[in-house]
T-cell receptor, first 115, second 114 residues
Framework: DVKVTQSSRYLVKRTGEKVFLECVQD?????MFWYRQDPGLGLRLIYF???????EKGDIPEGYSVSREKKERFSLILESASTNQTSMYLC??????????????FGEGSRLTVL | AQTVTQSQPEMSVQEAETVTLSCTYD???????LFWYKQPPSRQMILVIR??????QNATENRFSVNFQKAAKSFSLKISDSQLGDAAMYFC???????????FGTGTRLKVLA
């Protein structure tokens, strides 16, 4: 089974702290995504990566950056956390064929609270 | 720009009954895909069913089926013989063929009553 593992299920950080959310997938998938999930807003794409060191901005990239140094790992970075970044963060991956199958594989999510 | 609308924030169904979740979308593209994803409480989101826009036949996966009305831009999910394990948040999603970007709806929370 494909496994997408997010490093932390729950985090509490203070305003201004640097936050790292890590995601690892074990199926050699080319594409990886970071989404933000908020009630009433669904899932919104923050960043997408289609290869090592390659990234594209999603719909809400402001205040976030990403890193993909290895194919299996995709990190989301909040350079200076703010209270409006309190949310659930979902990582997902898919094979490059996935663009036509729609089979995104998700992690369990990281619930971040910024105080 | 493409949009996906789920107008039912919450639905309830009795165990063993049938329920239909609604989804409408807007796009000017002709080649695209539609999906339903399920997010159980505190568990990973998983793909339930997908539909290619060029296929007229509605997709079916066991107790899950869709009613795809391309002209009306409607894509509803029917769950037959509802089970307690079907309780979850359901998201409708759209993707233009050949792109990487999914557009998700706001979700419908389904409660299954014993």
């Amino acid at each position: 089974d494909v496994k997408v593992t997010q490093s932390s299920r729950y985090l509490v950080k203070r305003t201004g702290e640097k936050v790292f959310l890590e995601c690892v997938q074990d199926m050699d998938h080319e594409n990886m995504f970071w989404y933000r999930q908020d009630p009433g807003l669904g899932l919104r794409l923050i960043y997408f990566s289609y290869d090592v060191k390659m990234k594209e901005k999603g719909d809400i990239p402001e205040g976030y950056s990403v890193s993909r140094e290895k194919k299996e790992r995709f990190s989301l970075i909040l350079e200076s956390a703010s209270t409006n970044q309190t949310s659930m963060y979902l990582c997902a991956s898919e094979t490059d064929r996935g663009r036509d199958t729609g089979e995104l594989f998700f992690g369990e999510g990281s619930r971040l609270t910024v105080l | 720009a493409q949009t996906v609308t789920q107008s039912q924030p919450e639905m309830s169904v009795q165990e063993a009954e049938t329920v239909t979740l609604s989804c409408t979308y807007d796009t000017s593209e002709s080649d695209y895909y539609l999906f339903w994803y399920k997010q159980p409480p505190s568990r990973q989101m998983i793909l339930v069913i997908r539909q290619e826009a060029y296929k007229q036949q509605n997709a079916t996966e066991n107790r899950f089926s869709v009613n795809f009305q391309k002209a009306a831009k409607s894509f509803s999910l029917k769950i037959s013989d509802s089970q307690l394990g079907d309780a979850a948040m359901y998201f409708c999603a759209y993707r233009t063929s050949g792109t990487y970007k999914y557009i998700f709806g706001t979700g419908t929370r389904l409660k299954v009553l014993a």
